[in-house]
């Protein structure tokens, strides 16, 4: 769906390996959003429900809060055995396509001894089924983002939990995206017979989503030099820690996006059309990656810069609006006295 052009359009030029393509790309209207919550601490997950309300976890507090525009947010369970202390804690969550039949919600999570995903009914909130456990946690690069694909599988972005060798290390789960049958089991078509991997040489993956083709980017942050937005191809390797950013090496598959970490520290992700939204961190902006069609990429276009602060998660709404989570409580951010909030960009 188009988002609503503001004053000025500008025309893109892809310059990519496959050769070169020109499109307008138009400028979507990012302003006057809807508070549609505040006073919240690190909403990290965002999923939304048939009835077009959305869930929202909070990293620290466990809790997972139902969100209706117009409404204040509603408690609709706590998720037991989270134990938050610098990026772990609540992370990602992901509504069962098949929601109107099983009611299941799934949510990654860092416990007492690991990160792993559960899934449970809002009917039975206490009653959490553990779908993968045993992923490596630490106090920083837990991944944590998870998502179902057009396959209705889970996919899940793992972090290398601060040690560099798992990513490389095919026994570990961890550097890795995880391809996940909705009971936990292994697809038998993913590209290592028997597990769950699906790509792997990845240092801390927080954003997944699918074009109109079914092919799916990831958004990576890197080191010190450059973050990444990679399109993820099944078995391929991302290079870290060998690579950060363009390699040119035929071992690796390269970034079809590459940006200098103040710019981004890029978290959450969603394609609305042909735009891929990617939410900065550090860079406390919105990046609007222009797709090509092809698996690539043309040039992103910063939007909200400065606006709201630190980004955490961006998601497209059934109905076409694109909601947005600021992480101004993560300990890294200078909040403001609404914050944390969760906003909601209404579609044309």
Not at 61 to 83: E, F, K
Not at 90 to 107: E, F, K
Not at 153 to 168: E, I, P, R
């Amino acid at each position: 769906m188009r988002r609503k052009a503001a004053v000025w359009s500008v025309l893109v030029a892809l310059t990519l390996n496959v050769g070169v393509a020109s499109a307008a790309q138009a400028t979507p209207d990012l302003g006057n959003p809807e508070v549609v919550a505040s006073g919240l601490t690190v909403p990290w997950g965002l999923g939304f429900l048939p009835d077009g309300s959305a869930l929202a976890a909070e990293r620290n507090s466990g809790r997972v809060l139902q969100l209706r525009p117009g409404s204040a947010p509603v408690q609709v369970a706590t998720i037991s055995g989270v134990r938050p202390t610098g990026e772990a804690g609540l992370l990602g969550l992901a509504v069962s396509p098949t929601y109107a039949q099983d009611g299941y919600v799934y949510v990654y999570f860092t416990a007492a001894r690991d990160n792993r995903i559960v899934r449970f009914t809002l009917a039975q909130p206490q009653t959490q089924q553990v779908i993968v456990s045993g992923l490596a946690k630490a106090s920083i690069h837990d991944g944590g983002r998870i998502a179902f694909g057009p396959d209705g599988n889970l996919y899940a972005g793992v972090g290398d939990a601060g040690n560099t060798a798992n990513s490389q290390n095919p026994q570990s789960r961890n550097g890795k995206i995880l391809r996940v049958l909705p009971d936990g089991g292994v697809p038998a078509d993913n590209p290592f017979p028997g597990s769950l991997v699906y790509s792997l040489g990845h240092r801390n993956v927080q954003g997944l989503a699918w074009d109109a083709q079914g092919r799916l980017y990831a958004s990576e942050f890197g080191q010190n030099t450059w973050d990444e937005v990679n399109q993820i191809v099944p078995g391929a390797n991302y290079g870290w820690p060998i690579v950060e950013g363009r390699a040119n090496d035929s071992r690796f598959r390269d970034p079809i996006v590459t940006w200098t970490t103040a710019e981004a520290s890029p978290s959450g992700a969603t394609i609305d059309g042909d735009t891929l939204y990617v939410a900065a961190l550090r860079g406390q902006r919105l990046w609007a990656v222009p797709l090509d069609g092809n698996g690539g990429a043309g040039t992103p276009t910063a939007f909200l810069q400065n606006e709201y602060g630190r980004l955490r998660t961006v998601e497209r709404a059934p109905d076409g609006a694109l909601w947005v989570t600021t992480s101004n409580r993560d300990g890294r951010g200078t909040p403001a006295a609404t914050d944390d909030r969760v906003l909601r960009f209404p579609p044309e």
